[in-house]
């Protein structure tokens, strides 16, 4: 199958403010870009860009003072499959992990390890080592955090989430990955475009998502405690530790994002 996806994005800024921006398609997809995602503007700026200590593609632009329009329209080819499962994946002594996948192993801006190890350890320590602890996390944050926009913050950390009991799809995200890296389970934040193919209506209002992937078995997997069951056609933009590094736009002086829209549907023949 194919998968239209895109955004358009209007700031308004009091003066030409710098700006990085990481809304490109992970190189991980590059061979099923159909369409290309390039960063468009409105009016036309200059656009460099680089890759990150991650891997992701940043772009950089000096926004102009007064409105610019950020947005593209891509068409990417699609399996049309659901996400994997293996539920026989084992997870791995930390001893015997790659050295690569550590850093996922360690507290970040948004995952505060330290405090929630002792509760991870009561909650999750009876569970299945491997994938089912794992999907034991999933389990637990989907029913413990209650979804809303108005409860989205840029601030938002794991521990406030567990606390706080509500949130939106990277909230959901931080807690299981805080967790999981309690447990040993070398977790990432992902990022990204995920459309309704395959979903019961009604539907949500479409934004870019967040999931993460655990290391177990040799590979990295997919889960998603927002959603807490398999979906097709994610897209994938950046990965990282956490929110902070995968951010779709990070600016360097004041600005008001002022309209703000995201698709992911499926190309009808």
């Not at 940043?58 to 659901?82: H, M, Q, Y």
């Not at 996400?83 to 505060?112: K, M």
């Not at 655990?214 to 897209?235: E, M, S």
């Not at 950046?238 to 002022?258: E, P, Q, Y």
């Amino acid at each position: 199958m194919q998968i239209r996806v895109g955004y358009e994005l209007i700031y308004d800024c009091p003066h030409a403010t710098p700006m990085i921006l990481s809304l490109n398609i992970h190189y991980s997809r590059a061979s099923d870009v159909v369409v290309p995602d390039h960063l468009m503007t409105s009016p036309s700026v200059p656009v460099t860009a680089y890759r990150d200590t991650f891997g992701n593609w940043c772009s950089r632009i000096v926004a102009p003072k007064g409105e610019v329009k950020l947005f593209t329209d891509a068409i990417v080819n699609d399996n049309g499959e659901w996400d994997v499962a293996v539920t026989s994946a084992l997870q791995h002594p930390v001893q015997e992990l790659p050295e690569e996948t550590l850093v996922f192993l360690l507290g970040s801006r948004y995952c505060e390890t330290d405090l929630l190890s002792d509760v991870a350890w009561r909650l999750f320590q009876q569970a299945p080592t491997g994938w089912g602890r794992v999907q034991a996390i999933c389990d637990f944050v989907h029913q413990h955090i209650r979804f809303g926009y108005e409860h989205a913050r840029a601030t938002k950390t794991a521990w406030e989430v567990f606390n706080q009991r509500t949130g939106v799809c990277r909230d959901y995200t931080h807690l299981a990955i805080a967790f999981c890296r309690c447990m040993n389970i070398p977790a990432r934040y992902c990022t990204g475009y995920l459309s309704d193919i395959g979903m019961p209506p009604p539907y949500g209002m479409m934004d870019f998502a967040a999931w993460f992937e655990a290391y177990l078995g040799g590979h990295w997997y997919v889960f998603d405690p927002r959603n807490n069951q398999p979906c097709i056609g994610r897209v994938l933009i950046a990965r990282g530790r956490d929110a902070a590094d995968v951010a779709i736009s990070n600016t360097f002086g004041a600005n008001t994002l002022k309209s703000f829209k995201v698709w992911a549907d499926e190309v009808k023949n």
